[in-house]
């Protein structure tokens, strides 16, 4: 194969991700080379439980033989996971297992021309306490990129982008500044320049509900609306700040492409009610392209073979070119 590889870590074993996995590689033909990181035995313990019957070829970390990998099989990397049991419980025991399968990947992706990583949800109560907020600071420190990065949940009808990810709301007003929503939006800007050659729409909603507050000085005076002005006057595309309660109506979100939020759960649950599982996360601003299904480990449903795979398609299909 002459066409770039995706590389996939498996992350949280006690996940629905290679369920999704599974189903993703048996309905969808992507034609890039997909190499997953992951444990060969917990793969095949998990291909016995949900009936599935999949070869697969090993291959080596060191030297990638892009002419051996065929995508009727799985192409893994076998990283070792010690487990008692065939499925347990999500704890830290399995940290050292998803940051090996990570550091495998980014030096695959340093070394060789990859078109770019998709991972399974890992816990952030586990694996990223005490590290970063989410995968996506995960992998701007490791790859030396804070603060230059932004969660993109892309999906061709509408986007959303949160200032702040997985933080606590009452950490989120000292967490936003002038500076980070104009790195926000020219990291969005860019994204959607160089994939698709074309200006982004951009709405950004205010903090406060209706954008008002009854004290002085405000994150609308003193963040938002100042932010938005030096965007406008360095030619960006952008409007606001909105009432966020309003914003999401099916009138208004057809003039964007994107909606940034000032946290978390005040975009992306508007965009999970409009498109289910219709979206995938995207990390800008790091020297390769990464994207993820838009959910979590959801392990109460591990073994019940429900899961719907649509969000790891549509991530593989964004990076098959």
Partial sequence: MNKKPIIVVAGEPYSIFLEIFFKSLKTTIIKNPIILIGSQKLITKQMLRLKYDFNINLISEY???????????INLIDVNFNFKKTFDKIT??????????FEIALKLLK???????INGPVSKKHFLKGRTLGITEYLAKKTNKNHEVAMLIYNKKLSVSPITTHLALKDVPRKISKKK??????LINDFYKTNFNKKPKIAITGLNPHCESNFDNSEEKQVIIPAIKKLKQNKFNVDG???ADTIFIKDFIKKYDVIIG????????PMKALFNFDAINITLGLAFIRVSPDHGPNSSMLGKNKSNPKSLIEALKFLDN
């Fill in 63 to 73: 030297k990638l033989d892009f002419s051996l990998i065929d995508n009727k099989k």
């Fill in 181 to 186: 929503i104009q790195i926000h939006v020219k």
């Fill in 111 to 117: 070394n060789n021309k990859c078109a770019g990583l």
């Fill in 262 to 269: 000032m946290y978390h759960d005040q975009v992306l649950t």
């Fill in 92 to 101: 830290s025991k399995s940290n050292s297992y998803i940051n090996k399968s």
């Fill in 241 to 243: 700040p909105y009432p």
